[in-house]
Every structure is written in C-alpha cells, then in structure tokens.
C-alpha cells in the first residue's frame, strides 16, 4: 500500500516510545510505501484536496524502538524536494497530529472530510474525529462514567465540588495532563483555580468526581478496529501527583485488562469502530471511564515492549483489511487536466 501519515515534524518524535513511529516501522516491514506530510501540508488547491508530501525511507529504525539513548534524527530519510499529490491517490491516509486541538486542527478534519467525498482513505474518519471530544464523549456512555459536569458557570461548578467534597477540574481541550487540578471543598484556592480554567466564565470545562484509584494507575485501553487489545498501560503517578500521564511523569505499566476494562471496551469498541474510529484510546481510572481519546492514541510500544503482544501488527491487519474492504465502494480520484 502507499500510505500518508500526517503528522507532527519527524525531530520531534520520540521514537523509543512514539506510536506513529512504531506504526511507520511495522508498514515498512510489511512492505508499504510511506509518505510523510506535515499538518499544513494539507491543503485544497486546483478543486481538490492535495498533500505537500515527501516520500520516507527508514534507517535500520527497529533498533530505535524503545532505546531513548538512540533519539535523534538519523533514523529516516526524505526524497526531496516534496510532491503534491491528491489524497485520493494514497491507499491509506492515517492522521497523527498529535492536540492541540485547536482551529488548524479542525481546518484539517474539514480539509481531510473533503478528500474523504474525493475517494481517500482516512483513519480515523476526520469527521468522526472531530464530533468526538476526548473529553465530553463519556457523556454518550453514562453507565460508566462518574459524577460529572461540563460548563463555564462558576455557581454549578462550585455545588459540584461542595457536593463531592473531592475533586478533579480540567479543560476541555487539554492533553497530557495539563492544567487538571485536584481540588477539594475546603481547598483555599478553589475560587481562583475555577477563575482560572474557565477565563473568569468564558471556557466550558469539566469536573469529576476524585477516583482515589489513580493511585494503582490511569490505564490506556486501546481499541482496534472495535476489538481490545488484550493489555492496558496503567499509568502510575508520580508520589505527590494525582494525574498519571506519561507527559507529567507518571509510569508506565503494562496490565491484562480487567472484566471491567473489558465490560467497557466491548460495549464502546463496536460504536466507536462503526463510526469510523479505528484506533482509539479509552482511559480507564478504577472501574470508570475517564476519556475517549481519538486524535492520536499512543501507548502501543510501551504495551509491545513489556508483554510481547504486537500492537502495531493488529493496528495493521486491521488498516489492511479496511482498507481491501473499502476498495470496492472508492470514488474514482479526480485528475487534473
């Protein structure tokens, strides 16, 4: 297949915990031809919508999954100077932006849904992507989500708290476990931290109920193609942290999921994969559902390096097969004169 991944700049990778990367080297071994395009190489230019694309060549990379002491930037190779191909010309395109998920970010999924009615391929589906809020989805799924609220109304925000006594604010559009704050009915700074995150009223944010269970990890429950990977990640904080996120210093463990991990994820896979979500990342704190992360779920060489299960080679069988299922009902791409 030629394959587009869109992604951040490749520097910036981290390739011994990077999924994208972890995706990159397993097409390669099955013999796929990748193709690399930065967020703004996307673009719609003479009617259709092209990509600013480079062709990319890996070198010797399996040796820098998972070594840290190897990140740098000799791991690929880029065929200069770019091309501008239709996306409609790819076999796959595979967004992995990572959030912010800000206005560029939903110019991409208008852009990508465009190429989508052009005949491309795009996982996950940028419409779905973008009516998915990684934050407010577990709304859609109230059997397994604890007290909640959404909203910028300082009043509801400060019941809720009184009312739970502990716990958790955090924005709406955030990742990685910034500013999400614990806070609890007699915290002194709870009217400046709600000031805070709402822009004295302006921003919607949410407030859950504190689950004392982070403390044995936020686990990262991966879904392929509506089917669970059989290990999560649980991400342990840091002592004197409650947020277990990688990126604020927690520690990854990997675990078989729980009945509960999989009452969940046998409940959400189908739904999320039917609407065209095919890798998605729940988080799962105790025996609730935290997050419904879509944009550009990680945790797949983490999982690979302490059980041995191959994620990367699932997320493929399953692109493959969508992709042969797909092939039938493909608009033809438009081609310039």
Known sequence: MKLL?????????????????AMMVEAAKRGHEIHYAPQEGVMWKGGRVIGEHCRLHLLNAEKYLGNP???????YRLELPPHETPLAGFDAVLMR???????????????????????????????AIRDHSEKLTIAQFPQ????????RLEGQ???????????????????????VFRVTDRDANRNVIIETLTGHGTRSIMAQRYIPEIRDGDKRVLLIAGQPVPYALARIPKPGESRGNLAAGGTGVA????????????ALGPVLWGRG???VGLDVIGDWLTEVNVTSPTCFQEIAQQTGFDVAGMFFEALESAVAASAGNRPAARVSK
């Open 69 to 75: 002491a190897l990140h740098d930037e000799d791991w």
């Open 144 to 151: 397994f989500v604890v007290p909640t609220i959404a909203t």
């Open 255 to 266: 675990r078989p999921l729980t009945a509960r991990d999989r009452e969940i994820a046998e």
């Open 277 to 279: 979500l095919l890798l």
């Open 97 to 127: 932006k990572d959030p912010p998920f800000d206005l560029e970010y939903v110019t991409s999924t208008w852009l990508l849904e465009m190429a989508a009615r052009e005949g491309a391929r795009v996982f996950n589906d940028p419409g």
């Open 5 to 21: 991944f869109i992604l951040d700049p490749l520097p910036s990778l981290a390739t011994y915990k990077d999924t994208s990367f």
């Open 157 to 179: 925000l400060q019941r809720f708290i009184d009312a739970h006594a502990d716990v958790v604010l955090k924005p709406l559009e955030g990742h990685g476990g910034a500013s």
